[in-house]
C-alpha cells in the first residue's frame, strides 16, 4: 500500500513538472492555434458540394465563370474566383483568388495578412508569399490575393501537359 501511495506522488510529481515546464501540455487541441487556410470561407481541398454550402451558408452572390469549373462571387467588395479540378468527380478547390477594391497601403495590408493567416510574410519579385496550412500557398501583389495548392497546381500543370 505504502509502495502505490509512493508511486501515485511520483506521478503527480512528473505531471506537474511537465506542466510547468510545458502549459500547452494540459491545452486541449481545440484551443491550439489553428493556422488559417482560406479566403472568404473557400480553402484548396474543398469538394464542389462542400463550396455549395459554403455560397448557401453565407448568401454568396456566385455565378459559373467562363468554363463549368470556375466559380466567380462578389463578396464584400472583393471579386473572388475559385478553380476547381475538372478531372476529379467530386471537383475538389485547387485555387482561390480575391481582387479587393481598395486594399489601403500595402504594408499594412501585409501586416493584417500575416496577423491573419498566423504566417510570416516573405518579399519576392512579385510582391509577398506566405506558406499556409497544409503546404498552401497564399501570395499578395498589392490588389490582388491568391491561395493555392501547389501540389495540385503541378498535377494540373503537367495533365495540360500531356494533351
Not at 501515485?8 to 511537465?18: F, K, P, S
Not at 501585409?110 to 498566423?118: P, R
Amino acid at each position: 500500500m505504502k509502495v502505490a501511495i509512493v508511486i501515485a506522488g511520483l506521478i503527480v510529481v512528473a505531471v506537474a513538472a511537465l506542466v510547468a515546464l510545458q502549459p500547452s501540455f494540459l491545452k486541449p487541441a481545440s484551443l491550439a492555434v489553428v493556422k488559417k487556410s482560406d479566403i472568404f470561407g473557400f480553402s484548396p481541398g474543398m469538394t464542389s458540394e462542400e463550396t455549395s454550402k459554403l455560397v448557401s451558408r453565407r448568401h454568396y452572390l456566385c455565378r459559373q465563370g467562363r468554363n463549368s469549373y470556375t466559380l466567380e462571387c462578389d463578396i464584400n467588395g472583393a471579386k473572388v474566383t475559385v478553380d476547381s479540378d475538372e478531372a476529379d468527380a467530386s471537383r475538389p478547390i485547387w485555387r482561390v483568388n480575391a481582387t479587393v477594391n481598395n486594399p489601403g497601403p500595402q504594408d499594412a495590408a501585409v501586416k493584417s495578412i500575416s496577423e491573419q493567416f498566423n504566417a510570416q510574410a516573405i518579399k519576392d519579385r512579385d510582391g509577398w508569399t506566405w506558406i499556409v496550412g497544409r503546404g498552401l500557398k497564399l501570395s499578395y501583389d498589392g490588389l490582388a490575393l491568391s491561395l493555392v495548392d501547389e501540389a495540385a497546381e503541378a498535377r494540373l500543370r503537367k495533365v495540360d501537359a500531356k494533351r
